[in-house]
Nanobody, 121 residues
């Protein structure tokens, strides 16, 4: 089994910054893609950003230029630096990873429990 544990959420004023971290542990041979999704109250979960093991990134249009995703492959950890935060960024942020536990075996998608980010004055 694989566990993803997020940290770094909290409450911040508009224009402020937060850095989220997500560490994967357990039976891990390789992690292909890691990423962040978010879900605001009453809304569907949406993509925020993803990063491949080669460093290729993808961002939602709503966060481009404000958020930066990065990862440390040696630590199986993904980060999300969030700057210029807006009230509409308020949501529960979930970490995800596409993981295989052994060579030539299937890839599975794992999710963390989520961390709350609140942007309010």
């Amino acid at each position: 089994q694989v566990q993803l544990v997020e940290s770094g959420g909290g409450s911040v004023q508009p224009g402020g910054s937060l850095r989220l971290s997500c560490a994967a542990s357990g039976s891990i041979f390789s992690i292909y893609v890691m990423g962040w999704y978010r879900q605001a109250p009453g809304k569907q979960r949406e993509l925020v950003a993803t990063i491949s093991n080669g460093g290729r990134t993808n961002y939602a249009d709503s966060v481009k230029g404000r958020f930066t995703i990065s990862r440390d492959n040696a630590k199986n950890t993904v980060y999300l630096q969030m700057n210029s935060l807006k009230p509409e960024d308020t949501a529960v942020y979930y970490c995800t990873g596409v993981v295989t536990s052994a060579p030539n075996t299937r890839w599975d998608d794992y999710w963390g429990q989520g961390t709350q980010v609140t942007v309010t004055s």
